[in-house]
């Protein structure tokens, strides 16, 4: 087991430097407690987190106890909490298992980040790794759930994930090491239990060597799917491209294709949507103005793009402007402020600067989100127009309307930023000060 153990990390370079102290988590189960002693054989420094999350009771305490006298046996550093799970479970509308993964990881990360040690290593093994594939299919996570678990992910690593469970125990008995058994994992109530429990053994029944097909299975889609992640950087760049924290894609070369469903699933994946949203958003029509949503996000087809966006955009109060601004930070940008004399200035031919009559503006200026109702009148134009009719002229898609900002001076809407300015306010031979804003991306 130690010499597995010592090639493993060497061939997966999990440590690279033996000086480092690595964090164990330790939870007082078998592997753990392995993980531990093969840590202390191969004279590697480690020191050990645990965590109670308060769902087992007094055996939840007695863990907790056995871990730190494990410490203080290897003389190695020691630290632990507790959680109230079930709370942040209900609170946050998770399952306890992923509750629980959330805490122990949060804790590892203000350890990592406190005592600047670079990994924090976990006593995954394979048998786990079976498990998580099979949980995957069920659920239908993607190509990426075919994966398993990796030996290192940033700076988790799992040093065990070469050695079965049995294997584990094996060395446990032969080196006659103590450990507590954990009661909860025989409980089939979790999903994961009850692969381990009840659904493992069915599938030797079907194929002894179930473990080692898996294996080899999950090398070679690992494989795969690192040919994908490639393909898929590739169409990334040529598709994606993000404004106004608003990804654009373009799809027209994408969504003919037989494998459209797949690479527009794992581009829309990010965001929440699903795989049925996702096939029928590709077999409906393609009409400009379709909407999706998942949780957080609304994807907008519009013309030739679709648009993703957050669906709660903060809707920003309005923000004074005194005639001595020089600049002002508003929505993710800055709108800058100079005065020329007309006869030195030069018009920008640029819809994000607006170049004004400086005497027809009345300060305070006020900055704010157009309303439904606004209107202006358009440079070039001697009639008003709504500035939502402008918007659907301009064919400024939806995600982007609800960011538009405007202008006002005197109640009178001057420049729909980024957009047109007001025909009343433009700079003409009479004006003798030119008011030049600049909006630009902070």
Known sequence: ?????????????????????????????????????????ACLPFAIAHCNFNLRGREADVATEFVKSLAAFYEVPF?????????????????????ARSLRYQFFDRLLQQYRWDKIAT????????????????????????????????????????????????????????????????CNYYQRNFIRNKVIPLLHQVNPKLASTMQATAIQLKDIGNLFDNHM????????????EIHYLAMDSIIDQPWATTVTFELLRPYGFTFKQIKQLLTTTRTSGKMIHSIEYTLYIDRENWL????????????????????????????????????????????????????????????????????FYPLGMKGRKKISDLLIDLKIPIAIKERVCVMISNDQIVWVIGHRIDERFKVNETTQMVCEMAWTKA
């Not at 999990?14 to 202390?40: E, N, P, W």
């Not at 909490?81 to 479970?89: G, I, L, P, V």
Request: aromatic fraction near 12%; glycine fraction near 4%; charged fraction near 25%.
């Open 79 to 99: 630290y632990t909490t507790r959680f109230d799970t079930k709370s942040f479970a209900h609170n946050n509308k998770v399952s306890i298992q992923m509750a």
């Open 233 to 244: 950087d590739q169409i990334k760049k040529k598709v994606s491209t993000f404004k106004e």
């Open 308 to 375: 993703v966006s957050k669906k709660k955009i903060e809707r920003l109060p309005e923000k004074v402007i005194a005639d001595t601004t020089q600049s002002i930070p508003y929505r993710n940008h800055l709108l800058h402020f100079h005065c020329y004399r007309n006869a030195n200035y030069i018009l920008k031919k640029t819809t994000m600067i607006a170049a004004l009559d400086y005497d027809k503006l009345q300060f305070p200026l006020i900055i704010r989100p157009w309303h439904p109702g606004d209107f």
């Open 1 to 41: 087991m130690l010499t597995s153990f010592l090639y493993f990390l060497a061939h997966k370079k999990l440590i690279v430097d033996r000086d480092q102290t690595t964090l164990l988590a330790v939870s007082g189960g078998v592997d753990s407690v392995v993980l531990c002693h093969l840590f202390k054989k």
């Open 123 to 186: 006593a995954h093994h394979w048998d786990d790794v079976m498990e998580t594939i099979l949980l995957n299919f069920i659920k239908g996570t993607g190509i990426k759930g075919f994966y398993g678990i990796q030996p290192m992910h940033h700076q988790i690593i799992r040093p065990l994930l070469f050695a079965r469970k049995k294997e584990i125990i094996h060395y446990a008995k032969e080196q006659k090491l103590d450990w507590e058994e954990d009661s909860s994992n025989q």
